[in-house]
């Protein structure tokens, strides 16, 4: 990294996963932007079973309680959370790969960032949603420094790592294992205090995964640099 401070874009699918999988990170670099996708309730009211585990008994309470908590974490984080008006696939109203990469691509112009996070797009069909369309932005943003970041608990899945990993060489994108560079004003220790404070403010969530099912939270984050190269020949 070039700079010792880079303004940080987090791309997160839910309400959880940029703090499930980056808090450590978005804790050493206040006022980073946290860009959820799916973060709009359906038009007309519904429940789901996650919903439903997560303590709610209608979507729109669902996607309002939720909001308040992922509120309440990225204050903790000192990040700046930006909304999508996309629905995710628990609501069937997932938008299509390139209306959802415009639409993020947009947002990206309109801020200051000059390091992008994206998920590596593990497991959960939002994930991939999402992913796809990082994809597709990456080779018009590629003056940008962009990262990729393990999906906290998809990325438990056996394989799915090594997969996409295999994947993004086919498309001809390196990736290389790399940490984002976290400057030098908060050190590790009091990092992983504030990214558990942050965690634990999503209740719902940690009620629907259950106890022991979201320990992988708090194990090392990983991240991979990402750059264009040349698209292998099959």
Excluded at 73 to 83: G, K, Q, T
Excluded at 105 to 123: K, Q, S, V
Excluded at 159 to 182: E, F, I, K, N, W
């Amino acid at each position: 990294m070039s700079e010792t401070s880079p303004r940080l874009f987090i791309v997160s699918p839910h309400f959880d996963d940029a703090v499930f999988s980056c808090g450590a990170l978005l804790a050493a670099h206040p006022d980073a932007a946290v860009c959820t996708v799916f973060a709009a309730p359906p038009e007309q009211e519904m429940h789901t079973e996650w919903d439903e585990k997560s303590g709610f008994t209608s979507a729109h309470q669902a996607t309002h309680a939720r909001t308040l908590e992922d509120n309440l974490a990225l204050e903790v984080l000192d990040a700046i959370p930006l909304r999508m008006p996309f629905r995710g696939s628990q609501y069937m109203d997932s938008p299509s790969i390139s209306k959802l990469a415009a639409v993020l691509e947009e947002t990206i112009y309109r801020t200051t960032a000059n390091t992008l996070l994206m998920p590596l797009g593990l497991h959960h069909d939002d994930h991939v949603l999402v992913f796809e369309a990082c994809c597709e932005i990456l080779p018009r943003l590629s003056h940008l420094t962009w990262f990729a970041y393990e999906d906290a608990i998809h990325r438990r899945t056996p394989g799915v790592v090594q997969a996409r990993l295999a994947d993004l060489a086919q498309r001809g994108v390196v990736a290389t294992p790399a940490y984002p560079s976290v400057g030098h004003t908060i050190d590790l220790a009091r990092r992983t205090q504030l990214k558990r404070e942050a965690v634990n403010a999503y209740v719902s969530q940690l009620r629907a995964f259950g106890a022991g099912n979201y320990d992988d939270v708090f194990d090392t984050e990983r991240y991979w640099q990402l750059s264009v190269g040349r698209r292998r020949k099959k």
